[in-house]
């Protein structure tokens, strides 16, 4: 499918687009776009489908009432050839959108849209757009960009991330604060913002001057005065260790992990799944894949290890594992090295075992948490 033309993106979307398309490739998630901005022409088009033109209904949305319409979503899958729609995906890169500031369709109820992504700023809906210009008001409302935008009437969230390094909105805490062309220089003074003013943000910061966005004109603000909209930086985000985990047991058990970083009941069972598998496929243990810890799965394991130089199943499900705990094997290639074996002798030190660097029952188990 075709790159998306994210130049008709709203241009904090396409940067927080990129922002996303970053993050997915440090996790080796294959993310790609297929639809951005739609014109509301083409959106009427794809509404008379099914209904007066041939072919299935597609859409609920006339032209202007789709956020397609105003280049502030876009939609995602994963470039896999087959693998395009999985759920498991939708599930990870969906959440690490949110907290990247964006909306995502699949929290909505009435009609989860999972592919969907979007500027959460005026809502679920382009109703504020509609209003300020019109049903087909693209051009008008991309005129106002310049860089900016019309005031956000929501607040969007800048996730897990420091606090002004993050794009995003903030507001004015304070009557008469500067909105500067220069830092520190009331002369070149734009407008003052009044308690509760809202303007953009993109990141860039000099000395405690914040780079601003406001009615199509940039220019900075005292950090004194304002507040970041986003969550404060205490907001402590998952583990990356663990997130790398996660990502590996949706792609080994097909676990439909959410990638929180959080090691919670179901990131265990998700764990012990893939041990499951790997008996299955080592030893051909015949067990259920079910994350179940029974008498069966313990007595597959009873007498098999692994340690440093082999290569099998059980060395890629002791990965996982490592990962899924916390510690870092340096990579899931089913290959026991190095990395792997140190991580396999904290694991071991952690849990008050005998060092000696072999994964055998006692270090899987504890590694499962059985
Ligand atoms: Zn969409």
């Given at each position: 499918?075709?790159?998306?033309?994210?130049?008709?993106?709203?241009?904090?979307?396409?940067?927080?687009?990129?922002?996303?398309?970053?993050?997915?490739?440090?996790?080796?998630?294959?993310?790609?776009?297929?639809?951005?901005?739609?014109?509301?022409?083409?959106?009427?088009?794809?509404?008379?489908?099914?209904r007066?033109?041939?072919?299935?209904?597609?859409?609920?949305?006339?032209?202007?009432?789709?956020?397609?319409?105003?280049?502030?979503?876009?939609?995602?899958?994963?470039?896999?050839?087959?693998?395009e729609?999985?759920?498991?995906?939708?599930?990870?890169?969906?959440?690490?959108?949110?907290?990247?500031?964006?909306?995502?369709?699949?929290?909505?109820?009435?009609?989860?849209?999972?592919?969907?992504?979007?500027?959460?700023?005026?809502?679920?809906?382009?109703?504020?757009?509609?209003?300020?210009?019109?049903?087909?008001?693209?051009?008008?409302?991309?005129?106002?960009?310049?860089?900016?935008?019309?005031?956000?009437?929501?607040?969007?969230?800048?996730?897990?991330?420091?606090?002004?390094?993050?794009?995003?909105?903030?507001?004015?805490?304070?009557?008469?604060?500067?909105?500067?062309?220069?830092?520190?220089?009331?002369?070149?003074?734009?407008?003052?913002?009044?308690?509760?003013?809202?303007?953009?943000?993109d990141?860039?910061?000099?000395?405690?001057?914040?780079?601003?966005?406001?009615?199509?004109?940039?220019?900075?603000?005292?950090?004194?005065?304002?507040a970041?909209?986003?969550?404060?930086?205490?907001?402590?985000?998952?583990?990356?260790?663990?997130?790398?985990?996660?990502?590996?047991a949706?792609?080994?058990?097909?676990?439909g992990?959410?990638?929180?970083?959080?090691?919670g009941?179901?990131?265990?069972?998700?764990?012990?799944?893939?041990?499951?598998?790997?008996?299955?496929?080592?030893?051909g243990?015949?067990?259920?894949?079910?994350?179940?810890w029974?008498?069966?799965?313990?007595?597959?394991?009873?007498?098999?290890?692994?340690?440093?130089?082999?290569?099998?199943?059980?060395?890629?499900?002791?990965?996982?594992?490592?990962?899924?705990n916390?510690?870092n094997?340096?990579g899931?290639?089913?290959?026991?090295?190095?990395?792997?074996?140190?991580?396999?002798?904290?694991?071991?030190?952690d849990?008050g075992?005998?060092?000696?660097?072999?994964?055998?029952?006692?270090?899987?188990?504890?590694?499962?948490?059985?």
């Amino acid at each position: 499918m075709a790159r998306i033309d994210t130049s008709k993106l709203h241009p904090r979307f396409a940067n927080l687009i990129l922002q996303l398309e970053n993050q997915c490739a440090a996790k080796g998630l294959a993310i790609e776009f297929s639809t951005g901005y739609r014109s509301a022409a083409e959106q009427d088009a794809l509404y008379a489908q099914g209904r007066t033109t041939a072919g299935s209904i597609v859409t609920n949305a006339r032209g202007g009432y789709s956020q397609h319409n105003w280049g502030i979503a876009a939609d995602f899958f994963q470039n896999i050839k087959g693998r395009e729609w999985e759920n498991w995906f939708f599930d990870t890169v969906g959440p690490m959108a949110e907290s990247l500031g964006m909306g995502w369709g699949g929290r909505w109820t009435d009609f989860p849209d999972r592919p969907h992504l979007y500027l959460p700023d005026w809502g679920d809906m382009p109703t504020a757009l509609i209003n300020a210009y019109g049903l087909h008001g693209y051009d008008a409302f991309r005129a106002a960009w310049g860089g900016s935008s019309v005031t956000p009437s929501q607040p969007s969230h800048g996730g897990s991330v420091d606090g002004w390094k993050a794009t995003g909105t903030a507001t004015a805490t304070d009557d008469g604060v500067w909105f500067v062309a220069t830092p520190g220089d009331k002369s070149t003074l734009i407008q003052y913002f009044n308690t509760g003013n809202r303007f953009e943000v993109d990141g860039q910061k000099s000395g405690h001057w914040i780079h601003a966005m406001s009615g199509g004109r940039t220019g900075w603000v005292s950090e004194n005065y304002v507040a970041y909209d986003g969550p404060s930086h205490d907001e402590v985000s998952g583990s990356t260790l663990i997130s790398a985990g996660q990502i590996h047991a949706n792609n080994y058990v097909n676990a439909g992990l959410i990638v929180d970083g959080v090691r919670g009941d179901l990131t265990k069972h998700a764990g012990i799944k893939c041990v499951q598998q790997a008996m299955n496929m080592d030893y051909g243990a015949g067990l259920a894949v079910d994350g179940e810890w029974g008498p069966k799965s313990d007595s597959a394991l009873k007498g098999h290890y692994v340690e440093h130089g082999e290569e099998q199943e059980m060395v890629r499900a002791l990965q996982i594992l490592l990962y899924l705990n916390n510690y870092n094997p340096n990579g899931v290639d089913a290959h026991f090295g190095d990395g792997c074996k140190a991580a396999v002798g904290e694991a071991q030190q952690d849990h008050g075992l005998t060092l000696d660097y072999v994964a055998g029952y006692n270090t899987f188990k504890a590694l499962m948490g059985v």
